[in-house]
Nanobody
């Protein structure tokens, strides 16, 4: 099992940047594929980006391509989400999640296949 704690959220103006962190504890961090997800009020939780165990493969939602960058440091048990050129529509609670499963590309973006979740961190982008 792995425990996840997100940090780095906050209030930022449109066009600004934030960097989210997700610190993991528990079993071997490098055994898990990691993802960042978000949920806006009244909407379904959606995938933002996913990163493989080694960090060598990433998958981004179309809405964030070119603006967000995921990375991970397996030595420090941490995954990061650098968010640039933020838009008001990026406002949501952001969650990191871990999956021990080996998934296909399509499965990697499936919210239901991630077993461990953090408590979330609020990101608010003002216009």
């Amino acid at each position: 099992q792995v425990q996840l704690v997100e940090s780095g959220g906050g209030l930022v103006q449109a066009g600004g940047s934030l960097r989210l962190s997700c610190a993991a504890s528990g079993r071997t961090f490098s055994s898990y594929a990691m993802g960042w997800f978000r949920q806006a009020p009244g909407k379904e939780r959606e995938v933002v980006v996913r990163i493989s165990r080694s960090g060598g493969m990433t998958l981004y939602a179309d809405s964030v391509k070119g603006r967000f960058t995921i990375s991970r440091d397996n030595a420090k048990n941490t995954v990061f989400l650098q968010m640039n050129s933020l838009k008001p529509e990026d406002t949501a609670v952001y969650y990191c999640a871990a999956s021990p499963r080996f998934m296909t590309t399509a499965q990697a973006m499936d919210v239901t296949l991630y077993d461990y979740w953090g408590q979330g961190t609020q990101v608010t982008v003002s216009s």
